[in-house]
T-cell receptor, first 106, second 114 residues
Framework: SQQGEEDPQALSIQEGENATMNCSYKTSINNLQWYRQNSGRGLVHLIL?????REKHSGRLRVTLDTSKKSSSLLITASRAADTASYFCAPEKGIFGQGTTLQVKP | NAGVTQTPKFQVLKTGQSMTLQCAQD?????MYWYRQDPGMGLRLIYYSASEGTTDKGEVPNGYNVSRLNKREFSLRLESAAPSQTSVYFC?????????????FGEGSRLTVL
């Protein structure tokens, strides 16, 4: 399947630090999306990056895509306690990985 | 706008009982999806519907049936619930085809099968 695999599975940082999460996938894609899930809630779309894009920014989020390595990364800069959540990549076809659980300590 | 609405939010069933999870979206989206999420796991696609009148199996369809009643509504039915179906179920919708656009999620339906 086209399931993404996130790494690390869990990440704990201090407020103000940057958080980087990685996603690897297996076959070619047209686009890749990142989602956030707060505890007990549904997923919320963060950003979509197309296969012909290498980097995309949205506020404090920066997503990169390397199609030759079949990998993507999500960088959250200057993290806040409110960023505490699980983050999932979805390399097309509505298939999600197991996610990275991020804890940002105040 | 309400977005994607799921009912019920919580349900407890006994093994062998049946039930239907309801999902409705008010965004005029073509595609709708049902996922399940187990503790510490990502989302697994059960079924999806690319348009009214069509449904397709996802990763884990066994034990489930779906109905795309109209463009707004997509229901998930458990005919004979099993403890392995204890999970949180999420409905989602998107304007485009399954691999082209942003998914909008409901808040989830928490099902326990005893």
């Amino acid at each position: 399947s086209q399931q993404g695999e996130e790494d690390p599975q869990a990440l704990s940082i201090q407020e103000g630090e940057n958080a980087t999460m990685n996603c690897s996938y297996k076959t070619s894609i047209n686009n890749l999306q990142w989602y956030r899930q707060n505890s007990g809630r549904g997923l919320v779309h963060l950003i979509l990056i197309r296969s012909n894009e290498r980097e995309k920014h949205s506020g404090r989020l920066r997503v990169t895509l390397d199609t030759s390595k079949k990998s993507s990364s999500l960088l959250i800069t200057a993290s806040r306690a409110a960023d505490t959540a699980s983050y999932f990549c979805a390399p097309e076809k509505g298939i999600f990985g197991q996610g990275t659980t991020l804890q940002v300590k105040p | 706008n309400a977005g994607v609405t799921q009912t019920p939010k919580f349900q407890v069933l006994k093994t062998g009982q049946s039930m239907t999870l309801q999902c409705a979206q008010d965004m005029n989206h073509n595609s709708m999806y049902w996922y399940r999420q187990d503790p510490g796991m990502g989302l697994r696609l059960i079924y999806y519907s690319a348009s009214e009148g069509t449904t397709d199996k996802g990763e884990v369809p066994n034990g489930y049936n779906v109905s795309r009643l109209n463009k707004r509504e997509f229901s998930l039915r458990l005919e004979s619930a099993a403890p392995s179906q204890t999970s949180v179920y999420f409905c989602a919708s998107s304007s485009g085809m399954i691999n082209t656009g942003e998914l909008f999620f409901g808040e989830g339906s928490r099902l326990t099968v005893l």
